[in-house]
């Protein structure tokens, strides 16, 4: 009979891709669990020269010597066959990517978990972590949480805080969670198959949701105020990068903080010019300095070494 205080014992599938689920994997590896198979997304082009990259998970798990394999999708009836086959006790999930039928989440006698991040029934979906900093959040966090094949859906097993700092960017707070999460993982799964843990079902009522990031929603608006304006920035200098335009020409800006200075009389989108090397640009309400940009066609450069450039009274979104 397995022995949850054993972890050598207990066999576990584990399903990610990016490097928020590979800080997981390596968690249960370290703490000694047998994970007999990793399953995770298919190498895919990456860059502008589009080369075929593997997914931090593949990369691990190729590094620790564990089985992966690489469905494009569990559609089909069979798809699910290597994963039977392993015989696991348990699933775990954390960021795989896809939502899993039924029949995936039936395999294992203890069912899947998964670490999401957030603190369900708030943002379920796909970009919890972004989102929490695009909608000014100032407390996120990450549940384990019983499968079920529903979006997020399951039942609640544990949860951890975590307080976002202001001029923290969507990248760094993933980072963190990932390490929150990991932490979590290990520390719920043995009193979940000891019995220890009474899940708690989430209120649907209190569902948020969280859906993929559009490459349009980096588009900045200089009439939102300047809280709105530093979060759009931070929660999407990964990726698609918050833009704006500057006489035509689209305009990146990947960091900002905001800025107590008396922008009274100036319209939305004004360049106030303090010094040579500092751009402090009007909002609806308040003002952000930027610290770091790129112009069309040119590399990502701190502020400092753009600003002689770009005259006061130039206006942004133009």
Known sequence: MMNPKDPSGIKIVFMGTPEF?????????????????????????????????????????????IPVYQPTTFKEE???????DCNPDLIVTAAYGKILPQRVLDIPAFGALNVHGSLLPLKRGAAPVQRAVLEGDEVTGVTI??????MDTGDILSIAEYKIPENMHSSELMSELANVG?????????????????????????????????????????????????????????????FTYMNGKKLKIYDSVREDIDVSGKPAGFVIKPDKKTLVVVCGSGAVRILKLQQEGGKVLPASDIAHNISEGTMLGV
């Open 21 to 65: 689920s590979a800080v997981s994997l390596k968690a249960l590896a370290d703490a000694g669990y047998n994970v007999v198979l990793t399953v995770t997304q298919p190498d895919k082009p990456v860059g502008r020269k589009h080369i075929i990259t593997p997914s931090p998970v593949k990369v691990l798990s190729q590094e620790l010597g």
């Open 78 to 84: 069979g798809s699910e066959d290597e994963i039977r």
């Open 145 to 150: 949480m019983k499968m079920d094949a529903g």
């Open 182 to 242: 990991a932490d979590l993982l290990i520390r719920t799964v043995p009193d979940y198959l000891s019995g220890a843990i009474k899940s708690i079902a989430q209120d649907n009522d209190r569902a948020t949701y969280s859906p993929p990031i559009e490459a349009t929603e980096g588009l900045i608006d200089w009439n939102d105020a300047a809280i709105a304006v530093h979060n759009r920035i931070r929660a999407l200098s990964e990726w698609p990068g918050a």
